[in-house]
């Protein structure tokens, strides 16, 4: 669900596609816990997981890592 997050910039389309898939597979009890009462897609939803990162789970962590969000 997380799939909202901004892809990548340098990241070609099914590269950023790949990303996405793999953040909303990874992250979406982390999104549902955390910021669900923010609209996927939204710089909230971004401010809020980052927010939340040290309660995120190590796969949603290692999938946000792997797409460029630090």
């Known amino acids: 669900m997380i799939a909202g997050l901004t892809a990548v910039s340098f990241a070609g ?12 597979a990874s992250c979406k009890a982390d999104y549902k816990r955390h910021c669900s ?5 939204s710089k909230q939803l971004e401010v809020c997981m980052r927010q939340k990162q040290g309660s995120l789970s190590q796969t949603c962590k290692s999938a946000l890592k792997a797409a460029g969000y630090r």
Request: no cysteine; net charge positive; aromatic share 6%.
């Open 13 to 24: 389309a099914a590269q950023a596609d790949a990303y996405t898939k793999a953040i909303r």
């Open 37 to 41: 009462d923010k609209t996927i897609g």
